[in-house]
Every structure is written in structure tokens, then in C-alpha cells.
């Protein structure tokens, strides 16, 4: 069967996909209002929060420019914790919009040192917000979010995240994190297709708002949450996806969400295990490895283009190159949302089977 194995969009189990098929409702009518609140309790389940919750038609960069629009003002000074190229990204929206960026960066494969940001957070008091990157989908990296919240809330700044590619496989206990603004993307870990964000909203995060100065139209939360007690969203929602996240939420409590997190927590361990016994070398350090996809390094004269060229199209099974600087020298195999050890299984050993023929000698 073909596996589509990247890190998002990922594979649709099909009772999500025939409930977007569904013909549409009026979605200022009570039909969609009973979808748009049934959504936003399940999300909050997984969320773990109390917080606010807004459903956003748009893709998790939107989610990210939400966050930033809505709680910062041009002259702000923001630390931007980067360990690949999300937390770039997270970094250059804060910029453009006008925030004074301190970046941390980390080198590539590593996680972010708490202890940083600690350091950072001393050295510049008027930092306003720290952003990071939860999991980073480019490096196959999951920075310590338990740890860096502490210290950031232990110096009482805002917490922006971006948790697109582990909320919904990863546990991220938002309320007892004190996570201020968190984003995910419907095309994550969700099961679903892309076209949605999902943005949590803290107290703090709303008190910030009422500062924030950043221009800000369709993003805005104050709109959203207005609309919310009606059961609406302010501009026309991507009916479509509401109705797919719902059952897929539905599909997911049924599993247990702590049965869904141990999965993907299993399932990220066995593909790493069989990455390790095919003689290739993990790019992420193994202890801070993502638990939704696993970066792989090239190495023994493995053509890695080559690799991903035969895989797709001999054997159906589709993995992702590297971005940026890591064309072409890491390749990444998704594993969030639906997906099985018999699907990593079926990856490893076609892996097995494909790696000489693009030139890897063990
Ligand atoms: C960690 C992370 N941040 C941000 C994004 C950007 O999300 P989108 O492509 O939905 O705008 C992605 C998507 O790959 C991601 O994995």
C-alpha cells in the first residue's frame, strides 16, 4: 500500500475523509455551531488548558503570525529561541512585524539549553516574550518545552509556541506549563487535511493583547472570541476540516489520549531502532529526538536524493529531503497522526531494500 510518511500533511484515516465529503451548512447556522463548540472542547482535552481556543482557517504560519500580532508592538524585544528553520521562520514574522529579535540559535540537531535562556533572559530584562519552536520538524528535534517554561514563566514573560508538529502525538500540558499563545495545524498530528490552526490563548496572553499594537485584521483574537460565543468564527471557516477534525477527534479520545501519545512515543522509538540497524546514523541527538519524525543523516556514500527518487516511485512510500542547508544531506520519515509500527515496519525494510541501490555501503 502506499504510505505517505512526511511529516505532515499526513495520511487521512477514511472516516475522516468521508466526513469531508459532507455537503455544506450554513456556518453562521446552529448545524456549524454545534461543530465549532464540539471541536474546541475536544482540542481543549488535548490541550490541556482552560485557555481560550480559537479554530483558524489558515495554515500553522498563520496560527505562528496570530500569536505575534496579538500580543506584541512594533519596538517590543522578543527572544527567539531557533533550532532550525520553524524557529527561523517564528523569528523573521516577529521582524516583520516589528518586534526587536534577540535570536538564540542553536546548531542544527541539537536542542535548545534551557540554561540559555536563562542567560539570555538576565542579560536583556526588557525582553518582553520568549518564542519557541516545540518540535522542530526540520531537524527532527524536540526541545525540553517542561523545562524552558519554567524558566521563562520564572521571569514572568509571555511564552509563544509553536507546538504544530507535537500537539495532538506529544503530551503539552499547556495550563501547567503556562503556555501563553500555542499553535498546531490541522495537518499535523490531527489526521486531518491542512487548512486549519488551532491557537490557544492565555489570561496573560489576553492582557497583552489589550497593549499589543501590531497591526492585525484577520487574525485577530479579540474577533475571534467574539464570534466563538456564537459559535462562528469571524470570517467563513474551512467548513470542511471542522467536520473531519471532529470526527478525527472523536477517533482519537476513543484511542485514549494518553494511549495516542505512548503510540506515537513507540512508535518514534522503533523507527529510530530500525534507522540504527540499517548502519545509518541519526542526524538529531537521540535524547532530545522528536517524537513525530526522525531525521536521518546521510553517510556511507548514500545518494539521498537518489534514495527518496526509488522509494517513491518503486515502492510507493514517501519520505522528506532536508529544507535549507540540509538538502540533500538528511532525509526525514514522518510518524505522527495515523500511523502504525506495521507502517514503519513496511518503511525499514524497504529502506533495507532500496539503500544499495542508491549507493549506501554499510
Ligand atoms: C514546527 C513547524 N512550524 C511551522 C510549520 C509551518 O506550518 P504550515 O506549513 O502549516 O504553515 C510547520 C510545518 O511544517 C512545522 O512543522
Known amino acids: ?21 459532507k455537503q455544506m451548512v450554513n456556518h453562521r447556522g446552529p448545524e456549524f455551531g454545534k ?29 505562528m503570525e496570530a500569536a505575534i500580532v496579538n500580543t506584541l508592538s512594533p519596538g517590543d524585544k522578543v527572544l527567539a529561541v531557533a533550532i532550525g528553520v520553524f524557529g527561523d521562520r517564528f523569528a523573521t514574522i516577529a521582524q516583520t512585524f516589528g518586534a526587536k529579535v534577540t535570536p538564540l540559535k542553536v546548531e542544527w540537531g541539537k536542542a535548545a539549553d534551557p540554561e540559555d535562556i536563562r542567560r539570555a533572559l538576565k542579560f536583556e530584562p526588557d525582553i518582553k516574550a520568549v518564542l519557541v519552536t516545540h518540535n522542530e520538524t526540520s ?57 486549519m490552526a488551532m491557537v490557544s490563548v492565555s489570561e496573560a496572553a489576553w492582557k497583552a493583547h489589550a497593549q499589543a499594537r501590531m497591526p492585525r485584521f484577520y487574525w ?3 474577533k475571534a472570541k467574539s464570534y466563538l460565543e456564537k459559535g462562528q468564527t469571524p470570517w467563513t471557516p474551512v467548513v470542511s476540516i471542522a467536520f473531519a477534525l471532529d470526527v478525527a477527534l472523536d477517533m482519537m479520545l476513543k484511542e485514549g489520549i494518553p494511549n495516542v501519545f505512548a503510540r506515537h512515543a513507540r512508535i518514534a522509538s522503533m523507527t529510530r531502532e530500525g534507522v540504527k540497524s540499517l548502519g545509518l546514523p541519526l542526524f538529531a541527538e537521540e535524547k532530545h529526538a522528536s517524537q513525530t519524525v526522525t531525521s536521518v543523516a546521510g553517510a556511507g556514500g548514500l545518494d539521498i536524493k537518489k534514495l527518496l527518487k526509488i522509494m517513491r516511485e518503486e515502492h510507493q512510500i514517501v519520505l522528506s529531503g532536508g529544507q535549507t542547508t540540509l ?17 514503519i515496519k513496511e518503511v525499514i525494510a524497504t529502506l533495507k531494500l532500496v539503500l544499495p541501490q542508491a549507493g549506501f555501503r554499510s
Do not use: Y
Open 327 to 343: 538538502d540533500g544531506k538528511i532525509f526525514r520519515i514522518g510518524h505522527m497522526g495515523w500511523v502504525s509500527e506495521d507502517n
Open 35 to 63: 461543530i465549532m463548540n464540539s471541536v474546541t472542547a475536544k482540542l481543549k482535552t488535548v490541550f490541556q488548558t482552560k485557555n481560550d481556543l480559537f479554530l483558524l482557517t489558515g495554515s500553522g504560519t498563520g496560527g
Open 1 to 21: 500500500m502506499a504510505q505517505l510518511r512526511i511529516p505532515g500533511p499526513t495520511p487521512c484515516p477514511d472516516e475522516v475523509l468521508r466526513a469531508m465529503a
Open 139 to 195: 531537524t527532527g528535534v524536540m526541545n525540553d518545552l517542561g523545562a524552558i517554561s519554567a524558566i521563562v514563566k520564572e521571569f514572568d514573560k509571555l511564552l509563544l509556541v509553536d507546538a504544530i508538529s507535537s500537539m495532538g502525538s506529544v503530551s503539552v500540558p499547556v495550563d501547567d506549563w503556562r503556555c501563553d499563545v500555542v499553535v498546531t495545524g490541522s495537518q499535523k498530528g490531527w489526521m486531518v487535511p491542512p487548512g
Open 220 to 222: 485577530d483574537f479579540a
